[in-house]
T-cell receptor, first 108, second 115 residues
Framework: DAKTTQPNSMESNEEEPVHLPCNHS???????IHWYRQLPSQGPEYVIH???SNVNNRMASLAIAEDRKSSTLILHRATLRDAAVYYC?????????FGGGTRLMVKP | DAGVIQSPRHEVTEMGQEVTLRCKPI?????LFWYRQTMMRGLELLIY????????DSGMPEDRFSAKMPNASFSTLKIQPSEPRDSAVYFC?????????????FGQGTRLTVV
């Protein structure tokens, strides 16, 4: 079973930042935190991952709590194309176990 | 690279028929995964391969399901006989080895409808 907890849904306004939270209170010291998203009618796509330090890439930023029991995916300026289901995953080895994710709705 | 390629994109079949889903992973990737997605159960990992060898098939629902990877560039997921409850979107994904920090690439999926 998935070991992460995320809100079922969130809403954002276009062009505003979005903070998507995730709790992973049972994470082990060697598990990476991965974020994927799934756009409508598409397969999941990788967004970002990290272990301990905060991470930035062209898509998003990942802020990891110091105790690693939670993380936040940050979309700096939401667009309509960011409307998707966002999955937070504890990755042990190569297996990705998806939970329910957070459905992000972006309002124009 | 064209990414992970799955075929067919859509399949409609009658109950009791055999169904074969196909996947071509990204060249050089040594892990291949099969997932199933339904509204009720979300994304479920069915099986994964490393260097063409099945590593974990604990997610395969029952003996009607089988998966093979005869070489590094091709995998199949077969359902025989198919049942209406097998209707779902089936995704294939591939990745390179790792430590837990790699990214998996997913195909566009095959939408299977069993009537």
């Amino acid at each position: 079973d998935a070991k992460t907890t995320q809100p079922n849904s969130m809403e954002s306004n276009e062009e505003e930042p979005v903070h998507l939270p995730c709790n992973h209170s049972t994470i082990s010291g060697t598990d990476y935190i991965h974020w994927y998203r799934q756009l409508p009618s598409q397969g999941p796509e990788y967004v970002i991952h990290g272990l301990t330090s905060n991470v930035n890439n062209r898509m998003a930023s990942l802020a990891i709590a110091e105790d690693r029991k939670s993380s936040t995916l940050i979309l700096h300026r939401a667009t309509l194309r960011d409307a998707a289901v966002y999955y937070c995953i504890e990755n042990a080895g190569n297996m990705l176990t998806f939970g329910g994710g957070t459905r992000l709705m972006v309002k124009p | 690279d064209a990414g992970v390629i799955q075929s067919p994109r859509h399949e409609v079949t009658e109950m009791g028929q055999e169904v074969t889903l196909r996947c071509k992973p990204i060249s050089g990737h040594d892990y291949l995964f099969w997932y199933r997605q339904t509204m009720m159960r979300g994304l479920e990992l069915l099986i994964y391969f490393n260097n063409n060898v099945p590593i974990d098939d604990s997610g395969m629902p029952e003996d009607r399901f089988s998966a093979k990877m005869p070489n590094a560039s091709f995998s199949t997921l077969k359902i025989q006989p198919s049942e209406p409850r097998d209707s779902a979107v089936y995704f294939c994904a591939s990745s390179i080895l790792a430590t837990g920090g790699t990214e998996a690439f997913f195909g566009q999926g095959t939408r299977l409808t069993v009537v």
